[in-house]
């Protein structure tokens, strides 16, 4: 049943990443969500190919993150963690840090995935100083990562429209390639087999800059925002040796890969790559409650324990890091995770199932590549001539009137379902995506 939409006045929000103009021309809106379905203003149901952004892990509407935030906001709605504390913050610090990767083991409460990557970049500067090498200061990232929108997070990220307009950034601050070659790679199954070479970039920016220079290098285990690019095999284990080689320390971005996304808690699991710190957020809270988090290994944590014990070891924080509701919450998401097995289900048959899914899209017209790892996947189609990016615009549009989100990046349409989705709603969502492609010109 459609219903009447009753639209409101939307001149005064200026929306975020987003058309503005276009949008209130033709608005596509929502009003309510529940497990897979968002439902539309027009009363349709349309099922989540993309978690929302990426956050919704746990599926929408989940009553016992409800329950948790609304009880914490009666007990106690706010208080204060610089030089006070609460135990909701000590607990769930010590939650997340069981399940981090062995040695990452502190961690540090933001209230965004932008706040997590400036947060993360910060604590390495502060480490390298403690340690008498404040010289390090240069940061290494990479083409088409995303790292937020903070100052810090557009210098290391790589994708230009984030940056071109907003000035030069952090001084100091070198790229490596991206690994994306669809030249040689379209419709692997997984992990390339190409690309290995391009971890080199890291031993190039240390005899370029010298590596007493460099702090450390961002990485995102799969990129996401850029349209899930994935790791060629053993790439990620390189870059971890020259980075160790170096004294250099190896922040992973798993804001989009932390919590279950290929079936493992955390991307450094499914690689078996150990990080010095990753940052997260979105599925920490299931995407309920802004929060993010930096998880912080032992020895760069305890770098900083030093000095007279009045001393505050780190300048740093945020009124709502550790916010009581965000804390209720995200404990709430853990014990959902834990209980329904979510962290590990992309890791079993569902993940085989995704990729023959999102594969069998191959024959579809404009179709130049599919990638798929764990519950994340893209499928890549030719640019319009004169037109990069309008294929994967219309497609997305075409879907979500017929009743499928998914989510546009360049001439790519990425997903990454909840991971509550059953293999019936992956074919519904691969079977709108087919239709939406046939139908472009
Ligand atoms: N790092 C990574 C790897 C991200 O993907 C951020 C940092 C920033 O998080 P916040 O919470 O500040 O937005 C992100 C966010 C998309 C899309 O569809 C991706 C993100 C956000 C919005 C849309 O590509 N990633």
């Known amino acids: 049943m459609t219903l009447p939409r009753n639209t409101p006045d939307m001149n005064a929000y200026w929306m975020p990443f987003t058309a503005n103009r276009q949008f209130k021309a033709d608005p596509r809106m929502f009003v309510g969500a529940k497990d897979m379905h968002y439902t539309s203003d027009d009363g349709r149901q349309v099922l989540d190919g993309t978690a929302g952004l990426w956050c919704v892990n746990a599926g929408h509407g989940r009553t016992e993150i409800a329950d948790a935030a609304h009880r914490q906001l009666l007990t106690m709605d706010y208080a204060p963690n610089f030089q006070m504390g609460h135990s909701l913050s000590f607990d769930f610090a010590t939650a997340l840090a069981k399940l981090a990767p062995d040695g990452i083991d502190h ?38 990562g995303y790292h937020g929108v903070g100052f810090g997070g557009i210098s290391v990220g790589g994708l230009v429209n984030n940056r071109r307009v907003f000035g030069p950034g952090l001084p100091g601050v070198d790229h490596m390639r991206h690994t994306l070659d669809i030249a040689r790679d379209a419709f692997s199954p997984c ?21 007493e220079t460099i702090a450390a290098v961002i990485i995102e285990p799969v990129q996401g925002s850029a349209g899930v690019v994935i790791p060629p095999k053993g790439y990620l284990e390189r870059v971890r040796e020259i980075a160790t080689k170096h004294g250099i320390l190896l922040i992973f971005d798993e804001v989009i890969t932390g919590f279950g996304r290929l079936g493992t ?3 450094a699991q499914y690689f078996n790559v150990q990080p010095d710190i990753i940052t997260c957020a979105k599925g920490l809270t299931n995407g309920a409650v802004p929060m993010g988090a930096v998880l912080v290994g032992g020895h760069v944590h305890d770098a900083l324990m030093t000095g007279p014990e009045a001393t505050i070891e780190l300048f740093h924080g945020y009124t ?15 014990d959902i995770y834990a209980r329904e097995g979510l ?7 569902l993940a085989d199932h995704w990729q023959k899914a999102l594969h069998s899209l191959r024959d579809c017209p404009h179709v130049i590549d599919i990638r798929t790892i764990g519950l ?32 546009q ?15 019936a709603q992956i074919d519904e969502l691969v079977a709108g995506v087919r239709a939406a492609i046939v139908a472009l010109k």
């Open 343 to 349: 962290l590990t289900r992309a890791a079993q048959g």
């Open 265 to 267: 808690p955390f991307a």
């Open 409 to 423: 990046s360049g001439d790519a349409l990425a997903f990454s379902p909840p991971l509550i989705i059953s293999e």
């Open 107 to 144: 961690v540090f409460f933001t209230n965004s995935g932008s706040e997590s990557v400036d947060t993360a970049l910060k604590i390495v500067l502060a480490y390298h100083r403690a340690r008498g090498e404040g010289q390090r200061t240069r940061f290494i990232g990479r083409e088409k």
């Open 191 to 211: 992990q390339p087999a190409h690309g290995l070479e391009l971890a080199e970039d890291l031993e190039r920016a240390v005899a370029l800059h010298g590596a």
């Open 320 to 334: 709502y890091s550790g916010h009581p509701v965000a804390c209720a919450a995200g404990q709430a998401t853990l």
């Open 376 to 407: 994340m996947g893209a499928v890549e189609m030719a640019p319009r001539a004169g037109a990069p990016g309008a294929r994967a615009y219309e497609a997305f549009v075409h879907c979500f009137r017929a009743g499928q989100l998914v989510r």
